[in-house]
């Protein structure tokens, strides 16, 4: 599918010598961290492989649910503000771009897909896991059909 995205891509990451940098991207790596651990113990389900656009964390396949655990530093989480590293910072902005470009594109294709999406960011599963698991336990029960946070 071709994808109408505005930015340019950006490549890897690069690598930083300064410590926070290293530390905040170890502990923000986009599969396998924490947040998606911790609710996938909460959920007692796997954290799932599809081919998806945006490679959901965790599905619902019988009601099209899709769960993306976003985390803080990758998407530019508003309410953590957390600082664009010092050392690269042009490719950092427009990663960041990017990424948030991509998750606009996965969501729009998921939902032409007949999927609802519903996002959780990583400060929301590390300080109230059970909310986030309730929340997610009404959508796969109900039939909700909008998600508003
Ligand atoms: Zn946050």
Not at 32 to 48: A, D, F
Not at 73 to 95: A, D, G, M
Request: charged share 35%; net charge positive.
């Amino acid at each position: 599918m071709k994808r109408a995205y505005t930015t340019q891509p950006v490549g890897k990451s690069p690598k930083s010598n300064s410590k926070t940098v290293s530390k905040s991207m170890k502990s923000n790596k986009p599969r396998g961290t924490k947040p998606e651990k911790i609710l996938s113990m909460l959920l007692k389900k796997k954290i799932e492989r599809n081919t998806l656009p945006g490679n959901p964390d965790f599905i619902f396949p019988k009601k099209k649910i899709a769960v993306f655990v976003n985390g803080c530093f990758w998407h530019k989480c508003k309410k953590c503000n957390l600082p664009i590293p010092k050392t690269n910072t042009e490719f950092w902005k427009r990663k960041f771009e990017r990424n948030i470009e991509r998750d606009k594109i996965n969501k729009k294709e998921l939902d032409n897909l007949g999927w609802k999406v519903f996002e959780f960011w990583e400060h929301d599963i590390r300080s109230n896991p059970d909310k986030v698991l309730g929340r997610i336990k009404r959508y796969v029960t109900k039939d909700v059909r909008q998600y508003s946070p």
